[in-house]
């Protein structure tokens, strides 16, 4: 969409370029893997994940765009790392709803990473402005509505759903092209790629990040182990 601005774009193709090509240039040098739990999705398959510090949790809550949807007072939170344009996020999306329906003890933050390109950075624009005006509530409905329908979500189509909530485009558009927000969404990109975050969605819970979708009954497992040995999986 014209209107809404996609600088963030080049920040974060840039750092996987560069990334890529640190690797590229360093063939032969072994790396020790991170630890990571044996964690099996919901279909039986390995889930790529990795130990990451108790406190990396504290440091997504920081990020300036984040939005609790959940019980604040919980005793586990789940940080959701997606994009708008991501088919998997919508599943997760659902799942995640399903969960805090179930489980009142439960939080959830809901993270925007718009990495999928063009489309997803406007319509992350629009979502980032939203994360500073409105109420957790409408943001959750916001979030549904996007991923509610099919097709491609660019800014146009997130104007237009934060409308039918309310919002009026004239206020939301300024806030959406304000230089806050690009410096907004990098901080949110940088702190992903710090964390590897290679596909959407991924999730931080207590002391592991969990690189795509598990499926609600694998993070159940997790959330359960947390409750009883403050870790994502307890050991024998």
Do not use: W
Request: charged share 20%; aromatic share 6%; with cysteine.
């Amino acid at each position: 969409m014209s209107s809404l601005s996609a600088d963030a774009v080049e920040y974060s193709g840039m750092i996987r370029i560069i990334t890529a090509c640190i690797v590229a240039l360093l063939p032969f040098i072994a790396y020790a893997q991170p630890a990571s739990y044996n964690i099996i999705g919901s279909d039986g398959t390995p889930v790529m994940n990795q130990v990451v510090p108790v406190e990396t949790g504290e440091k997504v809550r920081k990020l300036p765009s984040v939005v609790g949807i959940g019980n604040p007072k919980g005793d586990v939170t789940i940080y959701e790392f997606y994009d708008l344009n991501c088919p998997y996020c919508r599943s997760a999306a659902a799942d995640l709803r399903a969960m805090l329906s179930a489980d009142k003890q439960l939080n959830v933050v809901l993270v925007p990473f718009p990495v999928l390109g063009i489309p997803s950075i406007q319509a992350g624009r629009v979502e980032f402005a939203l994360a500073q005006i409105a109420s957790p509530l409408k943001f959750s409905l916001f979030h549904q509505k996007m991923f509610s329908g099919r097709g491609v979500v660019d800014g146009e189509r997130a104007l237009a759903g934060a409308e039918e909530l309310g919002f009026e485009r004239q206020t939301i558009l300024p806030l959406a092209n304000d230089e806050k927000i690009t410096e907004a969404m990098k901080s949110h990109i940088r702190l992903g790629d710090a964390l590897g975050m290679q596909a959407t969605p991924s999730f931080v819970i207590q002391d592991v990040a969990i690189i795509g979708h598990p499926g609600r009954a694998a993070i159940e497992k997790i959330v359960a182990a947390v409750r009883k040995c403050g870790k994502a999986a307890c050991g024998g």
